[in-house]
Nanobody, 122 residues
Framework: QLQLAESGGGLVQPGGSLRLSCAAS??????IGWFRQAPGKEREAVSC????????NYADSVKGRFTISRDNARNTVYLQMNSLKPEDTAVYYC?????????????????WGQGTQVTVSS
């Protein structure tokens, strides 16, 4: 059973930065995605990275501000978030699985982390 654990969330002022981490219990050969869900809103796909390292940002609102990367030696995927805005406030999740593909962010991600809260507020 693959386990994912997010960390790095917290309270940050607008314009600030955070780096989220998603640590896996074992080596992952699948694509890995970051998702977020704000209160009262549907879950949104944020970014995705393939095993090759090729990445995709889905939301126009994060393009140019968020960068996804992965360190396969550490079984960890990162989401660097810069120039944070109040509308980035949400619980952020990482997810993966054998059926999950970056080209279809709504494809089945078997494994999910517990989420990490990001709050952007002055």
């Amino acid at each position: 059973q693959l386990q994912l654990a997010e960390s790095g969330g917290g309270l940050v002022q607008p314009g600030g930065s955070l780096r989220l981490s998603c640590a896996a219990s074992r080596r992952i050969v699948y694509s890995i995605g970051w998702f977020r869900q704000a209160p009262g809103k549907e879950r949104e796909a944020v970014s995705c990275i393939r095993n090759s390292g090729e990445s995709t940002n889905y939301a126009d609102s994060v393009k140019g501000r968020f960068t996804i990367s992965r360190d396969n030696a550490r079984n960890t995927v990162y989401l660097q978030m810069n120039s944070l805005k109040p509308e980035d406030t949400a619980v952020y999740y990482c997810a993966t699985g054998p059926l999950f593909v970056c080209s279809r962010p709504k494809s089945d991600a078997t494994y999910w982390g517990q989420g990490t809260q990001v709050t952007v507020s002055s």
